[in-house]
């Protein structure tokens, strides 16, 4: 071959290996995703084409499987890895306190029935309206037979999600935390609450709390909550599920579901505070309406502190 052509040969050669690392590392980018740290703790929804109430599609934003806001485990399925959340009731009734029963289904189609204890409870289950009032956070309890049983307290009319946090302790989901939920309505004339604006904290029974931090979705991040009370550290935190305290987020939009893990455990005694340090991985940019629940003298506290997400 000519000395031109073996030229204009090896050019072409190296051009199509350049441009096959490139795709690989665009296709590698695209790829990494947020994680799944979902363990088990008020109303914006918006429901996607497609879904139902009694099988809602997970919210997207376009783009790839992977980037923020895409495909994350954001509970807003209601079967994923082959776990299926079923309940019967598609309303619930208003202003009065009601039990509402749910099983989980494994991928063999049966209920299950061993799950692993996760922040010393099997089953964490939230309750929130689509504006993101009327947050519950409750433990249900569950029958023989698989079926649970979580106590709500009385809803406002409006459209819920329940959210079903938990870990099967066998099977082809073992170890796997993993985040449920459908949407129930309650009937009557509903009103909703306008977000209050991101502030970075607020208080509940007489205790200030302020979470510190820059999140920026999809990526991992830790927030410090601390808590004072007329101005004066916090010290005297009981252990709540585990830990001196709870945080659970809510994406307003869509609901998502994220659960900011405790970056230490309570050593006992009422000892904890005033700074508490949470590993945070929130998938959506936006505000979210984040709940952190704390024990202090036997009784329990939430605060609700509304974050944006940049």
């Not at 052509?5 to 690989?24: D, E, I, K, N, P």
């Not at 204890?117 to 249900?140: C, I, N």
């Not at 985040?179 to 129930?184: A, D």
Request: proline share 8%; hydrophobic share 35%; glycine share 12%.
């Amino acid at each position: 071959m000519p000395l031109s052509s073996r030229s204009t040969v090896r050019r072409r050669t190296l051009s199509t290996a350049g441009a096959t690392a490139v795709l690989a590392l665009a296709l590698s980018a695209c790829g990494s995703s947020a994680g799944d740290h979902s363990v088990p703790g008020m109303d914006h929804g918006v429901t996607t084409a497609g879904s139902s109430p009694s099988n809602p599609t997970p919210s997207t934003a376009g783009g790839m499987e992977g980037m923020p806001g895409m495909n994350a485990d954001d509970g807003l399925a209601a079967e994923k890895n082959g776990y299926r959340l079923e309940a019967e009731p598609a309303a619930l009734p208003a202003d009065r306190p009601t039990p509402f029963r749910f099983t989980v289904v494994g991928p063999d189609g049966k209920p299950v029935t061993d799950f692993a204890v996760e922040q010393t409870k099997t089953m964490h289950f939230y309750a929130v309206r689509s504006d993101l009032t009327g947050y519950q956070h409750l433990h249900p309890t569950m029958a023989a037979d698989g079926t649970w049983t979580a106590d709500l307290a009385a809803l406002q009319p409006g459209s819920w999600r329940l959210y079903a946090s938990f870990t099967p302790a066998g099977g082809p989901g073992k170890g796997s935390d993993l985040v449920l939920s459908r949407t129930v309505t309650v009937p009557g004339q509903a009103v909703d609450t306008p977000l209050p604006a991101a502030s970075g904290s607020a208080t509940a029974d007489g205790y200030t709390v302020t979470i510190q931090g820059d999140p920026m979705a999809g990526m991992a991040h830790p927030l410090t909550a601390t808590i004072t009370r007329d101005g004066r550290p916090v010290t005297d935190l009981q252990p709540y599920l585990g830990t001196y305290a709870h945080i659970s987020a809510f994406h307003e939009g869509d609901q998502a579901f994220a659960h900011l893990h405790p970056e230490t455990r309570a050593a006992g005694g009422d000892h904890g505070g005033p700074a508490l340090t949470f590993h945070a991985e929130l998938s959506r940019p936006g505000n979210w309406r984040t709940f952190i629940q704390f024990q202090t003298a036997g009784q329990l506290h939430t605060a609700a502190v509304t974050l944006h997400v940049s």
